[in-house]
Structures are given as C-alpha cells and as structure tokens.
C-alpha cells in the first residue's frame, strides 16, 4: 500500500515557466511533509518541507503548498531553472508515537529546457 | 564537516558473499537510516536508529542487520547477498530523534551477481 504517491513520472517545462510537483498520501496521521531533490549519481538533498499546521511555505523560488482536506501537496519552483533538472522526492512523517519513519514517494524526474 | 560518508562507492559481490556498507556521520546526529532505492520504487527505508544501541526496522529490513555501537557509525550488514539486493544504497542522519530533515550521504551501488 503506498502512502505517499507521485503520479506524475516525469514533467518537462521550459526555462522561465513555473515548474508544478504534484503529491497525494493516504495516511491522515502524517503531520510533517519534506521534499528532496536528487541529481544523478548523488544523494539526496534536502529541499524545503512544511508542516500539517500550515498550508504554504516558501524559500525563495520554492514554495511549497498544503491541502489536508484533499491529502494533497505541491511544490512550485518559479521560475525554473536548467539546474532545477532533477529528480524530485515527496517524503511524510507522522510526529506522534514512536513512529520515526519517513515514508517517501516514488520521485517525479524534472527536466527543464532551455 | 565532511557531513555523511558512505564506503565503498561500488561494489559488487557474489551471491551468498556477505559484506558491509559503511556510515559514518561527523554532526553528532542521534538519528541514522539505512536506505534502498531501485528503479520506479522510490526509498524504502531498510533500518533505522535513534540512537547508540537503539536500532528498528523499516519497511524492508529482510536480508539485512544493523548495530550502533557510536553516534558516527552506522554500518550495513549483508550476511548472505542476493540478486535482489542490487540496489544503490543511502544512508542518512538527522538531529534529534524523530527523523525529520534527513541528510543523505553519496550512496553505494552494490551489484549482486
């Protein structure tokens, strides 16, 4: 059973456009909710998260957006970037208990065109 | 800070050979993990510790040990290697205990034959 779906695969936009990362999870005890990005051959990267009590945070050209009524998050980048090209991981954690696992999506690979 | 060390890079083995990954962390991180990712799969955490002498299982933990004897280390054990363990390996810390910002390091790529 996945907990934390990326539909999407891959996305390919173009240098300048708003770049939209898309992510649904299932488990409503997730209260805390990372993204990563990954480029070939390295580890990830830790990138910008957000927790349940919020609906938007943002770090410069990142924000990320929270809908918990849908269980759904997103990560815009605008705008993007050649170098944003990666792949990008969805990750959620639940804070209560003795739970201290992050439970990650299967990544979404972004290519940005120039 | 050399941040996460992982040893070797690339490694391939026999199957039935065991062998162990190492971790190692240098920012006094209470919370380690252990994690596979193949293609189309994503992470899947194999184990993880919240501190020296504490460790549990992830999601996939079959095939694998780990111990924590010291903060830094972090080791991977594969007692009897499978072809269903090629796979590149992360391991990761974070502050504190609960696992929240992790910080991964580089990655082993083991090719089990």
């Known amino acids: 059973d996945q907990q934390v779906k990326q539909n999407s695969p891959s996305l390919s936009v173009q240098e300048g456009r708003i770049s939209i990362l898309n992510c649904d999870y299932t488990?409503?005890?997730?209260?805390?909710f990372l993204w990563y990005k990954k480029y070939p051959a390295e580890g990830p990267t830790f990138l910008i998260s957000?927790?349940?009590?919020?609906d938007k945070n943002e770090d410069g050209r990142f924000t990320v957006f929270l809908n918990k009524s849908a269980k759904h998050l997103s990560l815009h980048i605008v705008p993007s970037q050649p170098g944003d090209s990666a792949v990008y991981f969805c990750?959620?954690?639940?804070?209560?208990?003795?739970?201290?696992?992050?439970?990650f999506g299967k990544g979404t690979l972004l290519t940005v065109n120039p | 800070n050399a941040g996460v060390t992982q040893t070797p890079k690339f490694q391939v083995l026999k199957t039935g050979q065991s062998m162990t990954l190492q971790c190692a962390q240098d920012?006094?991180?209470?919370?380690m993990s252990w994690y596979r990712q193949d293609p189309g799969m994503g992470l899947r955490l194999i184990h993880y510790?919240?501190?020296?002498?504490?460790?549990d299982q992830g999601e996939v933990p079959n095939g694998y040990n780990v111990s924590r004897s010291t903060t830094e280390d972090f080791p991977l054990r594969l007692l009897s290697a499978a072809p269903s363990q090629t796979s590149v390996y992360f391991c990761?810390?974070?502050?504190?205990?609960?696992?929240?910002?992790?910080?991964f390091g580089p990655g082993t790529r083991l090719l089990v034959l």
């Open positions: 990761a810390s974070s502050p504190g205990q609960r696992g929240g910002t992790q910080y």
């Open positions: 488990n409503s005890m997730f209260d805390y």
């Open positions: 957000i927790s349940s009590i919020k």
């Open positions: 990750a959620a954690r639940t804070s209560g208990g003795s739970n201290y696992k992050l439970t």
């Open positions: 920012m006094n991180h209470e919370y």
């Open positions: 510790s919240v501190g020296a002498g504490i460790t």
